[in-house]
């Protein structure tokens, strides 16, 4: 179990450029989770997938921010015309849930995140 | 709205100090409850979770939490703070049908230790 692994660990770009970001799930890990986590605030979810579906985005996402998940393995953030307001640390969380529905709890393992810097 | 409130922001306590972290919620229903330890450079690492039964839960690292109904707080505490212990500490709510973790986070409490 290697944790999960997030690149770069720092970015920092021009207002309007466009980044990426990569997580490495841990193997096997199902589910995949993205939080955003500003300066003083607590994580806050922008979208999940379930293997290669993305199930939900919140509203926080906007069209500028696409998240994906091929082949249900690793998954990448992008921000396209990244604002000065983009910049914080992005969380990727990864868990194993062996059932598609109910309330079953399932362990979040972090990773430990992409500090991006909009100047 | 479901929400998580942590009212202290930072948080000062002496090696050896017991040390209390406090955490209101505000949830429609009966939450799962959840504190993460984010130490610098790493990632959110669970300590402990709530969801039914004991109102007293036993986490990692010699901390406990314990639930309110009635006071809406799920307080986090540890008789003797370590050095290490030094740190920012999230609760969290959560979480929501559908069955997976769409947490919501508290703002965190900055934790400091004196030696």
């Known amino acids: 179990d290697t944790g999960v692994s997030q690149n770069p660990r720092h970015k920092i770009t021009k207002r309007g450029q466009n980044v990426t970001f990569r997580c490495d799930p841990i193997?096997?890990?199902?589910?995949l989770y993205w939080y955003r986590q500003t300066l003083g605030q607590g994580p806050e979810f922008l979208t999940y997938?379930?293997?290669?579906?993305?199930?939900?985005k919140s509203r926080l996402l906007s069209d500028r921010f696409s998240a994906e998940r091929p082949k249900g393995s690793f998954s990448t953030l992008e921000i396209q015309r990244t604002e000065q307001g983009d910049s914080a640390m992005y969380l990727c969380?990864?868990?194993?849930?062996?059932?598609?529905?109910?309330?079953?709890?399932?362990?979040?393992?972090f990773g430990s995140g992409t500090q991006l810097s909009v100047l | 709205a479901q929400s998580v409130t942590q009212p202290d922001i930072h948080i000062t306590v002496s090696e050896g100090a017991s040390l209390e972290l406090r955490c209101n919620y505000s949830?429609?229903?009966?939450?799962?409850l959840f504190w993460y330890v984010q130490s610098p450079g790493q990632g959110l690492q669970l300590l402990l979770k709530y969801f039914s039964g004991d109102t007293l839960v036993q986490g990692i690292k010699g901390f406990e939490a314990e639930f309110k109904r009635s006071q809406s707080s799920f307080n986090l505490r540890k008789p003797s703070v370590h050095w290490s212990d030094a740190a920012e500490y999230f609760c969290a709510v959560g979480p929501f049908s559908g069955g997976y973790n769409k947490l919501i986070f508290g703002a965190g409490t900055r934790l400091a230790v004196h030696p």
């Open positions: 969380a990864s868990s194993f849930a062996p059932g598609d529905r109910g309330r079953s709890y399932e362990k979040l393992f």
């Open positions: 193997s096997e890990h199902n589910r």
């Open positions: 997938f379930q293997n290669e579906a993305q199930l939900e």
């Open positions: 949830y429609g229903a009966t939450p799962y």
